[in-house]
Structures are given as structure tokens and as C-alpha cells.
């Protein structure tokens, strides 16, 4: 049984940063065993919105609009481990962030249904 497990979220003023992090756990499987890992966000009463994406072998990554410039998706190779470094946070990015994996080859990468695989969540409250 493959899982995401996310982790980092917290409390942080307005142009602060945090760093969210997303593992996976299961016997013979790491983030390895992934085509992509993407990281989403659902505030109170919205739907889950795409943010930032990387194919695992290409290290390739893409953004939404929203947080160009100041997230980066990134992926630690010896933990292994997929970080999302967020900076310069606005109250607006307040949300409960999840990470999301598929292991086949994923063509709308800022879908929701793309994806098998997510992490539980983690919580980011920003204060203005």
C-alpha cells in the first residue's frame, strides 16, 4: 500500500515563508515510483486548485498564476522527498495543501481527477 504523507503546514505572518514537505511511504515505494507529484489547495467552501507540479524524472515543474515567483516545487533526492518552499505568503494563500501523485504519465497535471494518490493535508493559516 503506497502513501503520500504531507507535512510542514503552520502559522505565519503575511510575507513570511514555510516549507511543506510530502514523502511516501509503502514497501518498495518512494516518490520514485511516481510519473508526477503535484501540490494542490482547498480553502474553506472552494474547490481544490492546482499550484505547482514536477514530473519526477524530467524535473520539470510548473506553477499556477497565483504563485509564480514565489513558490518552488522541488525535489530532494537523497530524503526522498518533494518540497514545496513557499515565500512571501499572502492571506489569500491560507489554505489546506495537499500532495498529489500519480505513478502513469499524467497529461492534465492541473486536474484533480489525475491524480490516485494524496497525501491527508496540511494546514497553512496566514495572518495579515
Known amino acids: 500500500q503506497v502513501q503520500l504523507v504531507d507535512s510542514g503546514g503552520g502559522l505565519v505572518q503575511a510575507g513570511g515563508s514555510l516549507r511543506l514537505a510530502c514523502a511516501a511511504s509503502g514497501p518498495g515505494h518512494s516518490i520514485y515510483s511516481f510519473d508526477r507529484m503535484s501540490w494542490f489547495r482547498q480553502a474553506p467552501g472552494t474547490g481544490r486548485e492546482f499550484v505547482a507540479t514536477?514530473?519526477?524524472?524530467?524535473?520539470?515543474?510548473d506553477y499556477a498564476d497565483s504563485v509564480k515567483g514565489r513558490f518552488t516545487v522541488s525535489i530532494d533526492s537523497v530524503r526522498p522527498t518533494v518540497y514545496l518552499e513557499m515565500n512571501n505568503l499572502k492571506p489569500e494563500d491560507a489554505a489546506v495543501y495537499y500532495c498529489a501523485g500519480n505513478m502513469r504519465e499524467v497529461l492534465e497535471f492541473r486536474l484533480v481527477d489525475e491524480y490516485e494518490y494524496w497525501g491527508q493535508g496540511t494546514q497553512v493559516t496566514v495572518n495579515s
Open positions: 514536477i514530473n519526477i524524472r524530467r524535473r520539470s515543474s
